[in-house]
């Protein structure tokens, strides 16, 4: 499988959840709305469900210490057989809750992250997270609506980063409409969640220009090169070594994204971290003179747009370079 979700986020919602302590399933329909929690990945968009919409929850008798949810493609909800990530909810304590989350690979549970909740109010959230592209901390504010849905504010460094509608803050599960900034202000994203599932989206690139709309970080099935990634990897070295790029004397990790068409064409190719002006040209062109079709994704049956990475790491007095496994969204859902 070319996809490896190790930042994507995604989304769920279901009806129960699983009680790893007495090892039995709990009917969430017993309790309110205001209890159901979410789960984060992202890739892609990976979530959980332990509910913690109303602070005062954790000091409950019937809260679980420990719960684990088993999510699916896009965020849904699903069992072990079926489950690419796990997400696994420790309330430590009326005030702290901690949120792992874990990806299957090659049949093996890898943690992808950890993000630590500290209640500052009844309206605010400290989140710390650590893991791959997911270090930093967030403020979270929130506003309980009287249906128990959420409106909530995520900012970093003082700077509005994402904004918009849950039925839970800790984590997030995402439901209505989300926009998402870029940190220069101007807008990244308006996104339909439904269920805490990606439904559709409306993008734009940093400099305020439109960008290609209603693409998806996950999929029952992902994209492929058709000509196979052996070609697709010496195309772009050739690509190097024709602009005389120095390789061995390089360090560092290239990133590029694209979205691979319902008809099999790549568009909007586009750096997402770079390592200078004229390798990041170069590598751009080597994706735009890329020769082959791609066969294109699929979601519930139906072909779908699909957002790509493609992560190219130069390791320093070594000619070749290594092409890490490509990945789907890079949109998540934890601690920035």
């Known amino acids: 499988m070319n996809f490896n979700a190790i930042n994507f986020q995604m989304y769920i919602g279901n009806s129960y959840i699983y009680n790893t302590r007495n090892k039995n399933l709990i009917n969430l329909n017993n309790y309110p709305m205001s209890l159901k929690y979410y789960i984060t990945t992202g890739t892609l ?37 079926h489950a690419i990530f796990i997400q696994k909810t420790i309330v430590k304590s009326s005030k702290v809750t901690i949120v792992q989350t874990y990806h ?34 967030t403020i979270r504010i929130f506003k309980i609506q ?25 984590p997030l599960f995402l439901h209505g409409q989300v926009t998402e900034y870029y940190d220069n202000g101007n807008k990244k994203s308006v996104s339909e969640f439904n269920e805490n599932q990606l439904v559709s989206n409306k993008n ?40 005389g790029i120095d390789i061995p004397s390089i360090s560092g990790s290239l990133r590029i994204g694209f979205v691979v068409m319902e008809d099999g064409t790549i568009d909007g190719i586009k750096i997402i971290s770079g390592l200078g002006p004229h390798i990041n040209s170069v590598a751009v062109e080597s994706f735009k003179s890329l020769k082959g079709s791609w066969t294109p994704a699929k979601l519930n049956n139906q072909t779908v747009r699909f957002y790509q990475v493609f992560p190219i790491n130069f390791i320093y007095r070594q000619y070749q370079l290594e092409f890490a496994e490509m990945r789907g969204a890079i949109l998540h859902f934890g601690a920035y």
């Open 104 to 137: 299957l690979v090659d049949a093996k549970w890898e943690k992808l992250y950890s993000e630590n909740f500290k209640r500052l109010n009844d309206s605010t959230f400290l989140v710390r997270g650590t893991g791959e592209n997911i270090k930093g901390t």
């Open 204 to 243: 734009w690139l940093e400099n305020g220009e439109k960008y290609i709309d209603n693409y998806f970080y996950s999929a029952d099935v992902y994209p492929a090169f058709k000509p196979g990634n052996k070609v697709l990897h010496n195309h772009i070295l050739k690509g190097f070594n024709d602009a």
């Open 45 to 81: 968009l990976i979530f959980s469900f332990l509910l913690i919409a109303v602070p005062a929850l954790a000091q409950t008798s019937t809260t679980p210490k420990e719960t684990s949810i088993y999510i699916g493609t896009n965020g849904k909800l699903t069992d072990a057989d």
């Open 146 to 170: 009287p249906d128990n849905s959420v409106i909530f504010r995520d900012v970093v460094k003082e700077v509005l980063v994402r904004e918009g509608s849950a039925k839970s803050v800790v």
